[in-house]
């Protein structure tokens, strides 16, 4: 039987070319914790890694809006453009495709509920910003990270 990595690299490889280059990443902050997400598909980050909610910015769409849309349908987020702080960007990227990340920074007042879109995410938690490094992590996480700290 194939691995699920190889089965799946098509559909990688289709949505790439369909949402193109560019994708939006959202350091979402409440105090002085993150919050970090599980995919559903290994393929995205690998088993059991946290990550960044974010995913493909559409042709047209502005990276900010990318973001504000990624949030809502990943977590039930619901965020003002206005609100979304460029952090940076990054060439990034994994399993042979290369893209631009561009990094955003939401800095939340309250932890809002989370509404997890089932079939992209499989675990949403709050991590205490000083501890992720011991948490195994999607390069663009520490990335993101460092970016924040920079502007800090």
Request: proline content about 5%.
């Amino acid at each position: 039987m194939l691995p699920l990595r190889i089965i799946l690299w098509p559909a990688l490889y289709i949505a790439f070319l369909t949402f193109g280059h560019r994708r939006s990443r959202v350091v979402v902050t409440c105090g002085t914790e993150v919050l970090l997400i599980k995919n559903r598909l290994p393929l995205i980050s690998g088993k059991n890694i946290w990550s960044l909610p974010g995913g493909g910015i559409k042709r047209g769409e502005l990276p900010a809006a990318a973001a504000a849309r990624e949030l809502f349908e990943e977590l039930g987020i619901t965020v003002d453009v206005q609100a979304i702080h460029l952090l940076g960007t990054q060439h990034s990227g994994g399993f042979g495709i290369r893209y631009m990340a561009w990094f955003f920074q939401v800095q939340l007042l309250e932890k809002p509920p989370l509404t997890l879109q089932k079939h992209e995410v499989c675990a949403a938690e709050w991590l205490e910003v000083s501890t992720v490094h011991q948490t195994p992590h999607a390069l663009e996480v520490s990335q993101a990270l460092s970016l924040l700290a920079d502007q800090q």
